[in-house]
């Protein structure tokens, strides 16, 4: 009698949990984010284009969307621009870290930027407006390759989401100000990160360009001073 009673209380916990389980379960909210990127312009002045997609829009309300990226020093978003694009409401878009656009890569201190937008759709773009640093001259290299890092993802919903971390990243103004709580999301995407190959000096030329120089210079006075000489003997 006893064993019986107890295997009936044993069968009720297991009830019990299980019941529990699928509560959770069937509470989980499933978006399945998926980020992709497309790249406007070959010079110093590009955009990148991010396409973040969520299913089950139904299962999250009143949010709001970022995209966070570390900037390497090499390139800046320009805050003037920023401004100037939240101000036509094209973009909302804040960094913080280096402002100066002067500055060479070397000595440039790092951004954070953040773009951010109200979540009214299965499918949201937002643009990121970048521009490439000067960089001093190297020996035996034309060029450089600078690797744009994952971005991060972040969602701010006023129904918590229990399954996603509150994010430490410290988000940008006016940004951060959208929601208490931001969480960051991991994400799917296809695409490896975005290479940006720069330019830059190659000191092993040096000599050669310096001679170059001297000999242009020697050539064209000569030509100068001709032209002179015949333009006085002709008057």
Known sequence: MIAKKLINNCLRILLIFICIYFEF????????????????????HRK??????????????????????????????????LADLQRLNENTVCSDGETNVEVFAENAGSQQVTICKYLNS?????????????????????????????????????????????????????????????REVPYKINKDNYIWTIPVGDTSNKDLTIILTILSSIIGTIFVLRALWNSTSSS
Not at 58 to 73: E, K, M, R
Not at 136 to 161: D, F, H
């Open 25 to 44: 379960a069937n509470a989980k909210t499933s978006i399945n984010p998926k980020v992709d990127y497309s790249v406007d312009g070959h010079g110093f």
């Open 48 to 81: 990148i284009n991010y396409t973040v997609t969520m299913e089950n829009l139904d299962d999250v309300s009143n949010c709001y969307l970022a995209i966070h990226v570390n900037l390497p020093t090499s390139l800046y978003v320009n805050v003037d621009e």
């Open 122 to 182: 299965k499918e949201s773009n937002l643009i990121l407006p970048l521009h490439q640093r000067y960089h001093a001259p190297l020996n035996n290299a034309s060029y450089i390759n600078v690797t744009i890092p994952k971005a991060k993802l972040l969602l701010g919903c006023e129904k918590r989401i229990a399954e996603y971390p509150v994010s430490k990243i410290d988000l940008c103004s006016p940004c951060v100000d959208l929601s208490i709580k931001w």
